[in-house]
T-cell receptor, first 114, second 112 residues
Framework: GESVGLHLPTLSVQEGDNSIINCAYSNSASDYFIWYKQESGKGPQFIIDIRSNMDKRQGQRVTVLLNKTVKHLSLQIAATQPGDSAVYFCAENGPGTGGFKTIFGAGTRLFVKA | DGGITQSPKYLFRKEGQNVTLSCEQNLNHDAMYWYRQDPGQGLRLIYYSQIVNDFQKGDIAEGYSVSREKKESFPLTVTSAQKNPTAFYLC???????????FGPGTRLTVL
């Protein structure tokens, strides 16, 4: 059967510190990128997105950086709060069979210590 | 309230039985998706539909079937051919395949 357990990379930060979550994407033709947050037992929620014609986009307390040269995406969370504890997924959208295709990364678990 | 709903939240079935998971959205989205998530893992795409009456296999379609007869609805059937069906199933929708996806609350299926 399938193995079970926690395989996700984990980031632990102190409340009030900034968090940086990294993601490497696979398809150099991908041109739309999204970060999602998933709390335990719930569906993922949209946080922020960025198109490939940009290298930085800011939201409320979050910033996404895109480096197309090395196919790298990062999510920065300012002044991390306990409510930010969750699993964070990056997703890339790009050309695929039958149209655009979305590929999700494996996820990173963020723990915020009070 | 606009949104995407899945029912039931928890589902138990005996091995060898087919089971259908419901997914409904009132966001007027064209695209809908089904994902499977195992403990501590990411999301794996089962099936997706870019428009009504059309759907495509994802990465792990074997043992699953879908239909898209209405824009609002995208039910997933887990058949007895699926070797290890116990998992958390997530449905999502988006305006198009080039927009962010909105996820439902998920259905946790346990096959006994």
């Amino acid at each position: 059967g399938e193995s079970v357990g926690l395989h996700l990379p984990t980031l632990s930060v102190q409340e009030g510190d900034n968090s940086i979550i990294n993601c490497a994407y696979s398809n150099s033709a991908s041109d739309y990128f999204i970060w999602y947050k998933q709390e335990s037992g719930k569906g993922p929620q949209f946080i922020i997105d960025i198109r490939s014609n940009m290298d930085k986009r800011q939201g409320q307390r979050v910033t996404v950086l895109l480096n197309k040269t090395v196919k790298h995406l990062s999510l920065q969370i300012a002044a991390t709060q306990p409510g930010d504890s969750a699993v964070y997924f990056c997703a890339e959208n790009g050309p695929g069979t039958g149209g655009f295709k979305t590929i999700f990364g494996a996820g990173t678990r963020l723990f915020v210590k009070a | 309230d606009g949104g995407i709903t899945q029912s039931p939240k928890y589902l138990f079935r005996k091995e060898g039985q087919n089971v259908t998971l419901s997914c409904e959205q009132n966001l007027n989205h064209d695209a809908m998706y089904w994902y499977r998530q195992d403990p501590g893992q990411g999301l794996r795409l089962i099936y997706y539909s870019q428009i009504v009456n059309d759907f495509q296999k994802g990465d792990i379609a074997e043992g699953y079937s879908v239909s898209r007869e209405k824009k609002e609805s995208f039910p997933l059937t887990v058949t007895s051919a699926q070797k290890n069906p116990t998992a958390f199933y997530l449905c999502a929708s988006s305006k198009s395949s080039y927009n962010e996806q909105f996820f439902g609350p998920g259905t946790r299926l346990t096959v006994l």
